[in-house]
């Protein structure tokens, strides 16, 4: 992997210290030229018409997303963000007075509000799996807890508030024995190290373009497995995703572009692709390998450093890292780093309820480095941090 390469093919990382890839990855200038081209089609000669055109290169998509997560091209829909593809899947199943939704303490903040509202509507009852000594979600307790009237597991495969990541392997076992729906949100894995649905064994995995993808924002794509299709009913019926058959009926579309709707931006779409091309060439197996080393030996600095802690769960961890410091407000944190040009954000008590009603550490600094970052950066991060811990260090004598 050629770093320096592949910093000069990322103009953001001549201007700040990028490490908040899980909110928003830098763009590079392949995926920027390939967007801004297709605008510039669509101004010459028409959107409709620059689509025609462009219709072999759009259909790519499809297939590039298939082989980044090991699936097939007419098992993945396009959406404009990946809230919209999990509420795709979610809405799409049905759910009766006493049926079981489980999910885990880390599961993100709008999943858990769609539960609790297909609760509040149909009367089913949501269960959350409790974690193990490791602070994952403990595979031997969802074993236990499912039963002929559990209608879904759906989990998040890496929270939005840490490095945990889920042992969503482990748990696509447990819901194939059991014959259960798995629905994985890999909004936080996809990009950051190798996602393969036949080794996961979910049913259904949504994901987001803009985050350790480098994709555009406004892009996020849904993936069902096909046999998962007789299960669902799409929740929207459009003329992207459905078909009159000239009398008061209409049938599916084959595949998963049933739950997509006609309009799409189709330059950000061209954009998803060669993000998603430009991660596949690089190679997700070095991408992964190492953006979880940065994670480590960023949270292994923070944790050396006297009055910084961080709270990063699981046996497994990622490139997320979130901390705090000793006397020092989280904002007051955040605004320090950006004030060295070092990029980064802050968690949300109210985006992961479960975690909160179990530790209640949050906010948090979240500091998420990707493969194009170097030691240098995070050197800058760690050394804020240490400012501010020593500033904050009581007086001894």
């Known amino acids: ?57 759009i259909d790519a998509t499809y297939a590039n997303i298939a082989r980044l997560v090991g699936g097939a091209p007419d098992e993945v829909a396009l959406f404009d963000n ?116 036949a080794e996961l064994g979910c049913d259904m995995l949504t994901a987001t373009g803009r985050k350790f993808l480098r994709g555009p924002r406004g892009t996020g794509f849904l993936w069902v497995r096909r046999q998962a299709l007789d299960h669902l009913e799409p929740y929207v019926s459009e003329i992207a995703s459905a078909t009159w058959d000239g009398k008061r009926g209409f049938t599916w579309r084959d595949g998963a572009r049933r739950f997509e709707t006609w309009e799409v931006s189709y330059a950000n779409a061209l954009g998803l692709s060669a993000a998603v091309e430009q991660a596949l060439e690089i190679g997700m197996e ?11 030996l960023l949270r292994d600095r923070l944790d050396a450093l006297p009055g910084v802690t961080t709270y990063d769960l699981g046996r497994q961890r990622c490139a997320i890292v979130t901390a705090k410091v000793d006397g020092v407000s989280t904002a007051d944190v955040a605004a320090a780093l950006g004030g060295r040009g070092v990029n980064v954000t802050t968690t949300v008590a109210e985006h992961t309820q479960f975690d909160t009603e179990d530790r209640g550490v949050h906010p948090l600094v979240r500091l998420s480095p990707h493969y194009y970052n170097i030691e240098a950066e995070l050197g800058l991060a760690v050394e804020v941090f240490a400012e501010l811990a020593t500033r904050r260090a009581p007086e001894s004598g």
């Open 1 to 57: 992997m050629d770093i320096e390469a592949i910093r000069r093919d990322t103009p953001g990382t001549a201007n700040r210290v990028h490490l908040n890839n899980a909110g928003a990855a830098l763009l590079s200038r392949r995926t920027l030229r390939t967007m801004t081209a297709h605008l510039e089609l669509e101004a010459a000669i028409g959107g409709y018409e620059a689509a025609d055109r462009e219709r072999d290169r």
């Open 82 to 197: 990946s809230t919209h593809a999990w509420n795709a899947a979610f809405y799409s199943m049905t759910f009766a007075p006493g049926d079981r939704i489980l999910t885990g303490r880390a599961e993100y903040g709008s999943n858990v509000l769609a539960y609790l509202q297909i609760a509040r509507r149909t009367g089913a009852e949501v269960f959350v799996v409790p974690n193990d000594e490791s602070g994952q979600l403990d595979t031997s307790a969802l074993a236990e807890l499912i039963d002929d009237r559990t209608r879904l597991v759906g989990v998040s495969h890496v929270p939005t508030s840490g490095g945990l990541v889920n042992p969503a392997a482990e748990i696509g076992r447990v819901c194939r024995a059991a014959g259960v729906p798995f629905l994985l949100d890999a909004t936080q894995s996809v990009g950051q190290f190798p996602v393969d649905v």
């Open 286 to 296: 070095g991408i992964g390998r190492r953006a979880v080393e940065l994670g480590t």
